[in-house]
């Protein structure tokens, strides 16, 4: 799967890569929950790197509306734009229409947490229908480092 990403080329998932991957599915820059999760990840971005972790953030949003988050924020992980209804599905995500013009002008995707191993398989999925319940980054993180060293396989496989 590919997303386009601000400042150019593209975040790509899947396929053998050199670390595991961190990606986090927002809803947009309408949600200012999604602003509170992200900063503590962004806070938080050193200690996924020590762990070997990418870290990797998209939403349905145009890339105008990414800018602006970024530019207001000043995130620093990688961040991508424009993912599309049919991607949200293949992600099992919960899409939502919106309340009303104001909130946005597009089906976004509920939040979704993804840790993809090194060889493109995925490893623990996270999501949710609404804006409220999204995992605790810390606890995320200590969770991910012991199933690295290790070794644990993906959980709830039958």
């Known amino acids: 799967m590919s997303f386009p990403k601000l400042g150019g080329g593209a975040l790509n998932l899947g396929g053998t890569r050199e670390n595991w991957t961190l990606l986090v599915v927002y809803r947009g820059k309408h949600?200012?929950?999604?602003?509170?999760?992200?900063?503590?990840?962004?806070?938080?971005r050193a200690q996924w790197a020590k762990a070997g972790f990418d870290v990797a953030v998209v939403s349905a949003d145009?890339?105008?509306?990414?800018?602006?988050?970024?530019?207001?924020?000043?995130?620093?992980f990688d961040l991508g734009y424009g993912l599309s209804e049919a991607q949200m599905g293949t992600l099992g995500l919960?899409?939502?229409?919106?309340?009303?013009?104001?909130?946005?002008?597009?089906?976004?995707?509920?939040?979704?947490?993804?840790?993809?191993r090194p060889d493109g398989s995925v490893l623990l999925i996270a999501i949710s229908n609404g804006p409220s319940a999204r995992p605790d980054l810390g606890e995320l993180l200590d969770g991910m480092i012991f199933t690295k060293n290790n070794d644990r396989p993906p959980r709830g496989t039958v």
């Open 94 to 116: 919960y899409v939502t229409e919106p309340l009303s013009s104001s909130e946005t002008d597009r089906r976004f995707a509920e939040p979704g947490t993804f840790v993809i």
């Open 31 to 44: 949600c200012p929950r999604c602003k509170k999760y992200l900063n503590i990840l962004d806070g938080m």
């Open 62 to 76: 145009p890339e105008e509306k990414a800018k602006a988050d970024q530019n207001e924020f000043g995130w620093g």
